[in-house]
């Protein structure tokens, strides 16, 4: 795939003793009842920033109809967070194991799923319906994501549909296209986005290619969020925050090869501190993030 996957560091909060919300779930369209949902992804702008040394050329898809290739994508979404001076809590949602089989299709991928497992065995057991489900990405002429489509079995519940979700929104929300120019080894080059949501955010992502062998290329990354806002507006007109500090960074290392349609290794981790201020109660909201994506056997 000539995208590679990164994360969306999407949040969880609590506003008082009881009320907690979560900007993840704010970003995505409500889960569907064994119907395909559609979700659209911002639009990138890349810019090289060095094109790298001879000999260079144009990083483009070679996909062959109908190949298919294995691979697990592994999410892990650790959050913890202070509300004033009350005890720090874990609010981490469990991690999600997918195993996949991505085929080339008309506009872009298509995935089947295999037994998706978690280290949680509540939810571990509401996943194993998904057994057989579908998912897709549409992709640009320049391999950024610019839909992700998912379609769980009928029978497969509420909490495993969510799970899925925001499984798929960490690992793809955001994506990292090829430049237009031709580039080679030690080649530069950034990727803008902005990340929808109680807090929109503009994503700076700059990919370095490190090594290339025929097809398989190695890229680092190294990921910056930024506030576009100084306010989080909540879900469910809940109220809004103002944003006192906000500091998510990350980087990893990915492996593609443009014969094949999902990434073939890598990780990308991103986290930070994020602090927040209730305009009315001067409350404040303190949260620690890490959000991990890793592709692999």
């Known amino acids: 795939m000539l995208v590679l996957a990164v994360t969306l560091s999407a949040f969880g909060v609590g506003c008082g003793d009881h009320s907690e919300a979560t900007a993840e779930t704010d970003s995505t369209e409500p889960v569907g009842l064994g119907k395909?949902?559609?979700?659209?992804?911002?639009?990138?702008?890349?810019?090289?920033?060095?094109?790298?040394?001879?000999?260079?050329?144009?990083?483009?898809?070679?996909?062959?109809?109908?190949?298919?290739q294995q691979v697990t994508l592994r999410t892990d979404h650790h959050i913890e967070q202070q509300i004033g001076t009350q005890a720090i809590r874990d609010i981490s949602p469990p991690a999600v194991t997918i195993p996949l089989t991505a085929r080339a299709g008309t506009d872009g991928v298509e995935l089947t799923l295999g037994t998706?497992?978690?280290p949680d065995p509540a939810l571990a057991k509401a996943l194993l319906p998904a057994d057989g489900s579908h998912a897709g990405f549409d992709i640009s002429e320049l391999g950024a994501i610019t839909a992700l489509r998912l379609t769980p079995k009928p029978a497969t519940p509420d909490v495993a549909r969510a799970a899925l979700e925001q499984a798929f929104y960490q690992a793809v929300y955001q994506s990292?296209?090829?430049?237009?120019?031709?580039v080679g080894e030690g080649a530069v080059w950034t990727v803008r986005q902005q990340v929808s949501g109680g807090v929109p955010l503009e994503q700076v992502t700059t990919a370095t290619l490190t090594h290339r062998d025929g097809n398989l290329l190695t890229i680092a990354l190294d990921v910056t969020q930024t506030p576009k806002s100084t306010v989080w507006h909540l879900p469910n007109e809940a109220g809004q925050l103002e944003i006192m500090d906000y500091l998510m960074h990350g980087t990893g290392v990915i492996t593609v090869d443009l014969g094949l349609p999902l990434p073939v290794s890598g990780s990308v981790e991103v986290g930070g501190i994020q602090s927040y201020r209730d305009p009315n109660s001067a409350v404040t909201l303190r949260q620690t993030l890490r959000t991990q994506v890793q592709w692999g056997a």
């Open 176 to 182: 990292i296209a090829f430049p237009d120019d031709p």
């Open 116 to 118: 998706v497992t978690s």
């Open 36 to 68: 395909e949902v559609t979700m659209p992804i911002e639009a990138v702008t890349t810019t090289v920033l060095d094109p790298g040394t001879e000999p260079r050329a144009t990083l483009r898809p070679v996909l062959e109809p109908d190949s298919a």
